[in-house]
């Protein structure tokens, strides 16, 4: 990305449209006068963009996959029993030959009554097979509905029967789930999977008019057909492609509708910031495609003619829990110059390198130490260290292959220590960005060049970012000394709305201005330089590093059915994995407990002290979530037992004894430090 300067000599990334309103007027790439959606005339589908790199790159790699060699099973030192792969080398499909079974599983499809404009479904792993079956559909004006396997079944249910599909595509593993629940799908009709399926008999469970076809057979079915008059309809532009549902934490999931011209904008935006990545580099993808991250990250790469090499979380290192000890990790094989991850992965990274080198003598902590810090000073100075780079973190570099040019960050903040370690320790720059599913995950990308930490980066040029005032959070874009507000996102990645939900798309996707801008609920604040920095949520709704969502005021609900509370404030920070929580106890309950745990003190704060009633409170907590129906990740994992009532006197309640959540974080802002460490 070219940038300017101010005259401070300041790199500058973004600018607004009128600069005498900066901080009200949009923000948009330095370099455009114009939104950019296209990457040439007449390329405005996902089709024609891939078709295009057909075009121009028929023999080079495409999609490649690991070779099985054989599985074993080993048991560890707990009694478990894990699957172990021995695998061998990737195998590739050209951009030619990629081609060529999308257009057989397309035709395949039709032999199943799918014509254009009907809708078909994907609920599988992250693997070659998901993203050719997506094109071959849309390759038809067909539209794909993602959705993720790990949904719960009523989640699931609720999304195949809102779309009303009558045909799913499947891995082995979620084919079973899928026969078990058909029974609940009732237009439903086909069942496609891709993968071997060893055990077969809980096909027998399935509805006595569902059909069952392999991707192969659908595949040979379209290639014996070539010759039939059997004519694909290319979609266009404005063509919804994909209804994606979310994770769904927050109740059942909704879907969001995507144009094809919508992730063909993303896609612009992300190559033109990331313009280095070129045809001969390769990508490797592990993450769910169900996940617009994913799904917009590999559509980039396809669009320059890269490769994709497919992994799991469980055969990504040579350390993951899938790889036979002694075998290659994909990254390792594939030695990729372009990945995406998750603030989680990173951070675990991070952590074992440190675990490592604690572990080791005085020697190499004390080098380590050295190196480490000697590179930050003149990494925050603009210089380099090819020599301590050569010598100390050669190995640390290993850990992502070796050759990575750039990590594409999304889903949650990534914290600084973590941002600092992998520019340090694995030599590569960190591409933090934002985006949500209804701007297919573009908005802002930072810089390559750009170290600095808590940032996510200028607006890409598919889209204008402008921040509104929040009266109610003390949040306006008059204050100083950066302007801050709700950010609002406009252009071509801004998706149509939410399937079957008008009151929420009226709600999220409003005019103004003459344009339509989609109101993100996050808050944000603009630098001097043009680039973003998320610092508030207007919704009590928290995606933790992971990328899971927490609906606060839900999970309270919930756990208040617990004999324990009182009242309770859960808590959570988009840079931690686990949420916390604040518990008023019942006075009474909590003096039983004391009694049956033979705890001889009476009183009532060193009983809130007592880690033993913690933990009782804290296992009580998980069997009322069992009930509630939460995920794991949705119980508080440490707690604190307030003594004191929360009162509208204390100003931790409203006089309706709502929660006053600013206060209380403020109120105990030493606790949280406390738990969080």
């Not at 003390?474 to 000394?481: C, E, I, L, S, V």
């Not at 518990?583 to 009532?604: C, M, Q």
Request: glycine share 8%.
């Amino acid at each position: 990305m070219s940038s300017t300067a101010n005259t401070t000599g300041q790199k500058i990334f973004a600018k607004p449209s009128c600069p005498e309103q900066n901080g009200i007027s949009p923000y948009r790439d330095v370099n455009i006068e114009q939104l950019q959606g296209v990457p040439e005339a007449g390329v405005g589908t996902l089709t024609k963009l891939f078709q295009r790199s057909v075009a121009k790159y028929p023999n080079n790699r495409c999609l490649g996959t690991r070779e099985l060699l054989r599985e074993e099973e080993e048991q560890q030192s707990t009694g478990k029993i894990f699957k172990k792969l021995i695998l061998g080398k990737y195998k590739w499909l050209t951009y030619r030959e990629v081609d060529t079974k999308i257009q057989a599983i397309s035709r395949g499809l039709t032999t199943f009554g799918i014509q254009p404009k009907d809708k078909i479904a994907i609920c599988a792993e992250t693997r070659a097979e998901w993203l050719m079956s997506a094109h071959a559909a849309l390759a038809n004006s067909v539209i794909v509905v993602t959705v993720y396997a790990t949904l719960g079944e009523d989640a699931l249910i609720h999304a195949i029967n809102e779309t009303e599909v009558s045909l799913v595509i499947v891995d082995e593993n979620m084919l079973q789930k899928f026969t078990s629940l058909s029974s609940k799908m009732p237009t439903l009709k086909t069942l496609i999977y891709f993968g071997k399926s060893k055990d077969t008999s809980f096909l027998d469970s399935a509805r006595k008019d569902i059909q069952i076809k392999s991707l192969q057979e659908t595949e040979e079915i379209g290639l014996k057909s070539e010759g039939e008059s059997i004519e694909l309809h290319n979609p266009s532009a404005e063509d919804i492609s994909v209804i994606m549902y979310t994770s769904g934490s927050t109740g059942m999931p909704k879907g969001v509708v995507i144009s094809h011209s919508n992730l063909v904008g993303a896609t612009v935006g992300m190559s033109t910031r990331y313009n280095f990545v070129r045809p001969h580099d390769s990508y490797i993808g592990y993450l769910p495609l169900a996940h617009v991250l994913e799904l917009a990250a590999e559509n980039t790469v396809l669009s320059v003619g890269a490769a994709i090499g497919y992994s799991s979380p469980n055969t990504l290192s040579d350390q993951s829990t899938g790889i036979k000890k002694g075998c290659k990790g994909d990254l390792s094989e594939l030695q990729p110059t372009v990945m995406a991850a998750v603030p989680t992965i990173m951070d675990r990274i991070r952590k074992a390198v440190y675990t490592k080198v604690n572990g080791g003598n005085a020697f190499t902590k004390a080098l380590f130490n050295f190196a480490y810090n000697y590179k930050m000073k003149q990494l925050s100075r603009g210089g380099g260290t090819p020599l301590l780079d050569r010598l100390v973190f050669s190995k640390t570099r290993k850990l992502l292959g070796g050759k990575i040019k750039v990590v594409l960050s999304g889903g949650a903040p990534l914290s600084t220590e973590t941002q600092k370690f992998m520019n340090i320790c694995l030599c590569c720059p960190v591409g933090q960005g934002y985006g949500l599913t209804e701007t297919c995950g573009a908005g802002t990308m930072c810089d390559v060049t750009d170290l600095s930490s808590g940032r996510v980066g200028a607006p890409l040029v598919c889209n204008e970012i402008k921040l509104i005032d929040w009266p109610e959070g003390g949040y306006t874009t008059h204050d100083k000394p950066y302007p801050r507000g709700e950010i609002c996102i406009s252009g071509h990645n801004v998706t149509v709305g939410y399937y079957k939900n008008e009151e929420k798309t009226r709600e999220s996707y409003v005019e103004m201005d003459g344009k339509r801008w989609f109101m993100t609920g996050d808050i944000g604040e603009w630098h001097p330089d043009g680039c973003l920095k998320v610092i508030d949520r207007r919704k009590d709704l928290v995606k933790l590093q992971a990328g899971e969502y927490v609906s606060l005021g839900k999970v309270e609900a919930i756990l208040k059915g617990s004999n324990f509370i009182d009242n309770i404030c859960v808590y959570a920070e988009s840079d931690k994995d686990y949420i916390i929580g604040f518990v008023v106890p019942t006075e009474a309950t909590l003096r039983n407990a004391a009694g049956s745990l033979n705890i001889d003190t009476k009183d009532w704060e060193e009983l809130c002290k007592s880690e033993k009633l913690q933990q009782k409170v804290i296992d009580d907590l998980h069997r009322v979530a069992k009930i509630g129906k939460l995920q794991k990740f949705e119980v508080p994992r440490k707690i604190k037992l307030c003594s004191d009532l929360w009162t509208p006197e204390s100003e931790l309640v409203t006089a309706a004894l709502k929660l006053r959540r600013h206060s209380i974080k403020q109120f105990y802002i030493n606790d949280i430090k406390q738990m969080y460490t």
